[in-house]
């Protein structure tokens, strides 16, 4: 058995979880915070036999594109004026960040 551990952006976490519920996969989702726009990820706790692992990974990376977005820069620029000015940014975000554990023993009371 193995724990995926996978950090996605939130935007694609629902349809992830519905996919992997979907397919019968117990999935348990936690809201967490980091990465450079300090903007909010959803980490899924993914429980799963070694003999459905590749079909698990297989659906996150399905669902979880990395892809361009425009943000706001975290480090404001000084302007003209002296004043602070955020300026654009192009930024791939999505993707995942997968960690995957091996369980040595699982129970379920």
């Not at 706001?72 to 300026?87: C, L, Q």
């Amino acid at each position: 058995m193995k724990l995926i551990i996978a950090i996605v952006q939130d935007e694609d976490a629902s349809r992830l979880v519905s996919n992997l519920m979907n397919e019968g996969y117990g999935v348990t989702k936690l809201a967490t915070t980091g990465g450079f726009l300090r903007a909010g990820n959803t980490t899924l706790l993914i429980g799963v036999e070694d003999d459905r692992f590749d079909s698990a990974m297989t659906i996150v990376e399905k669902v979880c594109k990395s892809r361009k977005q425009i943000a706001t820069s975290p480090n404001p620029v000084v302007g003209a004026s002296g004043a602070y000015v955020p300026y654009p940014i192009e930024v791939m975000v999505g993707g995942a960040i997968i960690f995957v554990v091996p369980v040595e023993k699982f129970i379920k009371l």
